[in-house]
């Protein structure tokens, strides 16, 4: 349905206000309709929200795997989303700007951890793997370990007394002391369902809006707090 021309300078017959108001209605009704179609040929259906949507077909896929005894809560200070930093202010020329395509569709096709296979003091010889470490070296102009405080994530240099890091971010540190592993099997089971959203995605049409939210909501999900805040009104009634 195309989207009627309207002057909202000028003033106009309440009919016409009408027939606007309700064409957008059905503009929005029929793209739900075609939203939720499109969910359905993917196996599952329309849940209260996309994010949950997305949930649904991840665990149709096999990819999520619970963690319990508070090994979620733990390994969560080794999370963060991307960095995004101001590296070098100041006015510059000759500047090229570069636009990674479908960064955390690519990430969850990756090997993410699975099954928990236990802790170990020593190394894992196969990833993925997280370490609590302590006398943790970083260097450099860009250190790789970030610091949660109440202002922000800062990337300090120099000797960090205790942090939890994955094993990519354990390898671009200058050595540290470990003082526990976590090892995991590695699962990709998403990348199957990864790529087949990411193909129908690039054939274009009125659904290829439907892939790309379901792939970034499913990468939201996967980085969401337990805690949740809810508003109670009259909570005596």
């Known amino acids: 349905l195309p989207k009627l021309d309207f002057d909202h300078t000028k003033k106009h017959r309440p009919e016409k206000y009408y027939k606007y108001c309700i064409r957008d209605c059905e503009i929005v009704f029929k793209a739900l309709q075609k939203f939720e179609s499109t969910i359905n040929e993917l196996g599952v259906s329309m849940k209260m929200t996309v994010g949950s949507t997305a949930m649904a077909l991840a665990r149709n896929a096999g990819g999520v795997y619970p963690l319990h005894g508070g090994l979620d809560r733990k390994l969560s200070r080794a999370y963060y989303g991307g960095r995004v930093e101001d590296i070098l202010k100041g006015d510059h020329e000759n500047c090229f700007f570069y636009d990674i395509n479908s960064a955390y569709p690519w990430a969850m096709c990756q090997a993410i951890p699975g099954p928990f296979k236990g802790v170990s003091k020593r190394e894992p010889k196969e990833k993925p793997w997280f370490v609590r470490a302590t006398n943790v070296k970083v260097s450099g ?97």
């Not at 054939?203 to 996967?222: C, D, R, T």
Request: glycine share 6%; net charge neutral; proline share 9%.
């Open 141 to 237: 102009r860009h250190p790789p370990i970030p610091i949660r405080m109440k202002e922000g994530l800062y990337y300090p240099q120099g000797m960090l007394p205790e942090v939890i890091m994955s094993d990519v971010e354990a390898e671009q540190t200058n050595g540290y002391s470990p003082l526990m592993y976590y090892k995991f099997q590695p699962n990709r089971a998403l990348t199957e369902l990864v790529e087949s959203l990411y193909k129908k995605r690039l054939e274009g049409g009125a659904s290829s809006l439907v892939y790309k939210i379901l792939l970034n909501s499913m990468y939201g999900k996967f980085a969401e707090k337990p805690e949740k805040e809810a508003m109670v009104i009259n909570p005596s009634d």
